[in-house]
């Protein structure tokens, strides 16, 4: 595909993710970080949608937001596919497993052991930084998103990172609220149980 050709899917894409209720998006040159991919789409939606929604259908937050973005990220998959495109997406319902890869549009699922690091995809999709809490935090909404990636071997135009957006600076309420403190302040990785914790992402300013 000629470059005119790439700009044109990656509209496409965009329009497809918004109309779908996708609220960031952007493309990541991931060309040095895995061999048969050149770039990942990556796409946020936020978490305060998402809770809205799940509580009108009555149901979990994270039952509602797991199939909520699956869906639209096997859509996608399927949207690249057709135009003959490899993709990958490491998929809420896939957790327990390393990597489906989706090779082909005959659906073979090959497990790969590649990892995604969304919020490093998303920072460089230019989504946003990140922030002290290790999350991605967005202007439009802090690091109240959710993430998804899907790799791809189509060579779409690629965004940059946001270099004018730094609200880290002078701020350190997350590591001040963390009951793990003493772990951010030591630097190391925080291996840690976050799941029924969210005091980082709830008391982060920015977005609100
Ligand atoms: S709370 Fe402050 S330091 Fe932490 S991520 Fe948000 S802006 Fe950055
Ligand atoms: S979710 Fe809670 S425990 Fe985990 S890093 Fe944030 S404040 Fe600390």
Redesign the pocket.
Known sequence: MKGEELEDLKLEIKRFLLRRGVDLFGVADVSDLYKDFKRAVVFAVSQEKLNALASAHRTTVIAFTSNFIDRIAVLLMDLLERRGYKTAALLFGDEMVPLHLVTDRSRYVKRYMLKINHVELAVRAGLGIK???N?L?TPQY??RVVLMSVLTNAELPADKPITSFN??KG?????EVCPYRSEFDRGKPLNIDCMKCRM?VD????GK
């Open positions: 922030g002290k809490n999350l935090v802090g690091p609200p880290c701020c350190n309420k997350c590591i980082c008391i982060c300013p920015v």
